[in-house]
């Protein structure tokens, strides 16, 4: 018998598929798998019409994004539409979760929920602009190296 299964990446639907996939690249410091990066300008955007996926630093692969043709956004916690899945993100301190709120806001999130004076658990939740619930929060359990990066 093998291993279990790895966790390749979690994969979000959108109308948008290159709008999302750029939202979180910038947001999340990510870079496109090879082949998936936007056409020059003016050229058809095949891949995204496809497919996208962002890797990290190292090249793994952690969130792709495939179109739909009609997508529901989820209006949780207060509507009758299920988050269904959402993103948590880490930050080290309340000071990251500012900074972090102010660049998902100018990459195009709504503020969902800010809770960041929460004295037990600061976080924000926000909608992406396809409407897909996520959370940014300060995790202890993440550990930070001096340049900026977090070790799982």
Known sequence: MTEHPALMAVVL???????????????????????????????????GEDWLV??????????A???VAELTPADW??????QQLHL????????SLTHWRDAAVGLGATVLDDRTTDPIE????FAD???HPFC?????????TPEGDYQE
């Open 13 to 47: 639907d959108a109308v948008d598929a290159r709008g999302l996939a750029e939202f979180y690249r910038q947001l999340l410091g990510y870079r496109y798998r090879p082949g998936d990066e936007p056409p020059p300008g003016g050229k058809p955007d095949r891949q």
């Open 54 to 63: 962002l890797a990290d630093r190292e090249g793994r692969p952690r969130l």
């Open 65 to 67: 994004v495939q179109p």
């Open 77 to 82: 916690p207060a509507g009758p539409t299920p």
């Open 88 to 95: 948590d993100l880490a930050v080290p301190d309340v000071e």
């Open 122 to 125: 600061s976080l924000i939740v």
């Open 129 to 131: 602009p396809a409407g």
């Open 136 to 144: 940014i929060l300060v995790s202890p359990m993440v550990r930070w």
